[in-house]
């Protein structure tokens, strides 16, 4: 099992900018990929950026440019840079982690984290 804590949401203006933190811990040596998903309310949940251990990167269309993905392999941490931001970046991010592998073969992850609420006020 794998646990994973986020941390870093809030409340911030248009234009403004957020970090948000995810911190794993328990059986890491099972995971190679973790990444940010976030649900609006009403919607479906959704892919925001994902990283594997080796630094590869993927991000939504939406949010390329403005949101940047890291990982500290040694804090066991990721990273989420938010920069530029926009109303409809309102929704609750979660953290995940799992298999690349799965991943990519549309298997999704395996563990997630409870959510950090990020609101963006106009």
């Known amino acids: 099992q794998v646990q994973l804590v986020e941390s870093g949401g809030g409340l911030v203006q248009a234009g403004g900018s957020l970090r948000l933190s995810c911190a794993a811990s328990?059986?890491?040596?099972?995971?190679?990929?973790m990444g940010w998903y976030r649900q609006a309310p009403e919607k479906q949940r959704e892919l925001v950026a994902t990283?594997?251990?080796?630094?590869?990167?993927n991000y939504a269309d939406s949010v390329k440019g403005r949101f940047n993905i890291s990982r500290d392999n040694a804090k066991n941490t990721v990273y989420l840079q938010m920069n530029s931001l926009k109303p409809e970046d309102t929704a609750v991010y979660y953290c995940?982690?799992?298999?690349?592998?799965?991943?990519?073969?549309?298997?999704?992850?395996?563990?997630w984290g409870k959510g950090t609420l990020v609101t963006v006020s106009s």
């Open positions: 995940a982690s799992g298999s690349f592998l799965k991943l990519i073969r549309g298997g999704g992850m395996d563990y």
């Open positions: 328990g059986s890491i040596s099972s995971i190679n990929a």
């Open positions: 990283i594997t251990s080796g630094g590869l990167v």
